[in-house]
């Protein structure tokens, strides 16, 4: 029997026609492997379909929540593994102003949007590229070019994603060039997390620190009030480890039953963020430091996840809207079936001069990357 190197890592494709927007198109899944990890995608969306890990008991364990056919990803609500943008989270009333000019968007949650609206990034198909590598893990990038008037955003913005894997991390790169007018551009990877096993039950056990001293307070319409408050004496405030559960019922505060709120990131540098090596246009900035957002560990698998990212925000959701989900092997999610950590710039920022602007000029670059790394024990 032919042995193989541990670090050997290949991208397999399966291809698929299958209607979007009443047009048939390509879509294919994408299986990455690096070692005893294993990763699915697809090219709808740029979504992780599955990340396989060993537990503590050398169990491959799915990690991500998700369904068995790409067709389910069609009618999706929940944004499962999916890149979404161009401008992720919400805006407040569908609109903002830019230079001098009103945008009216899609207004596909009440009268807000949200995640780039009906059509946004995580409705589309994206062009693939892929390629063999080694010791320095497997990149696979999705490119998508978001033309003016989409969802009401103006300018053309070229998006692309890379994701690279390694048997103990995987590498997360968000860029976008505004292509020739003035736009927002915030975008997110939505994935679901359960440490334990998708199949795994609640997260409600699973211990999360956050490192952040300060969140984002929202209406009763999760839009932001513009205030940045420190979380000290509210049960937003995970600057020490504790069971997710622990505080979920508090009252006074607008929990809604779980957490879907976005913490404005300390600054403690973990390390550099290398420049992207890409011949396609886009600029790294290595003056971008990867920042240790925020820990998470499963008791039930014993696998943790540490997560750092170059962007000023994350929202920590505990999946408070899933019911009666038919996901992997018919496994049914329900409310805290998983957890989102979604790195990200604030939620209507365009609308709130005092966040981080997310305003990206004609001509210029918008980049942020995340590092998810793994451990056992």
């Keep these: 029997m032919p042995k193989f190197s541990f670090w050997l890592c290949l991208i397999i494709a399966a291809t698929f026609g299958i209607v979007v927007n009443s047009i048939e198109n390509e879509v294919k899944i994408y299986w990455i492997y690096q070692g005893n990890t294993t990763m699915k995608l697809t090219n709808f969306g740029a979504r992780i379909i599955s990340l396989v890990i060993p537990d503590k008991n050398g169990k491959p364990t799915d990690i991500v929540l998700g369904y068995d056919c790409v067709e389910d990803y069609l009618n999706d609500k929940t944004y499962f593994g999916a890149i979404v943008g161009r401008v992720a989270n919400r805006i407040g009333g569908a609109q903002f102003t830019l230079n001098g000019s009103h945008y009216k968007l899609d207004a596909n949650e009440n009268q807000n949007t949200l995640h780039g609206g009906r059509k946004g990034l995580s409705q589309v198909i994206w062009e693939a590229e892929g390629r063999y590598a080694d010791d320095e893990g497997l990149p696979l990038t999705f490119f998508y070019t978001s033309r003016d008037g989409e969802e009401g955003f103006p300018g053309d913005v070229l998006v692309r994603v890379t994701y690279s894997l390694n048997p103990k991390n995987l590498r997360v790169e968000l860029e976008a060039k505004a292509l020739n007018k003035s736009t927002p551009v915030n975008l997110a990877q939505h994935t679901y997390w359960n440490l334990g096993g998708h199949n795994s039950g609640d997260i409600l056990s699973d211990e999360v620190q956050i490192f952040a001293s300060n969140f984002t307070p929202v209406n009763d319409q999760l839009i932001p009030t513009g205030e940045i408050l420190p979380v000290n004496g509210t049960p937003y405030d995970f600057l020490k480890s504790h069971k ?134």
């Design 244 to 377: 997710i559960g622990s505080h979920i019922n508090e009252k006074g505060h607008l929990l809604r039953n779980g957490y879907d709120i976005n913490y404005a990131i300390d600054h403690e540098v973990k390390q550099k963020s290398p420049v992207s090596g890409c011949g396609c246009g886009f600029q790294g900035d290595d003056g971008e430091r990867l920042k240790l957002a925020a820990v998470v560990r499963s008791k039930k698998s014993g696998i943790g996840m540490n997560i750092s990212t170059t962007a000023p925000g994350l929202q920590f959701y505990t999946g408070n809207y899933l019911k009666n989900v038919k996901g992997k092997g018919g496994y049914i999610y329900q409310a805290h079936a998983g957890y989102c950590f979604e790195t990200q710039g604030f939620p209507d920022s365009v609308n709130h001069p005092n966040f981080p602007s997310q305003i990206v000029k004609a001509g210029d670059y918008y980049s942020h990357e995340t590092l998810y790394e793994f451990e056992t024990k």
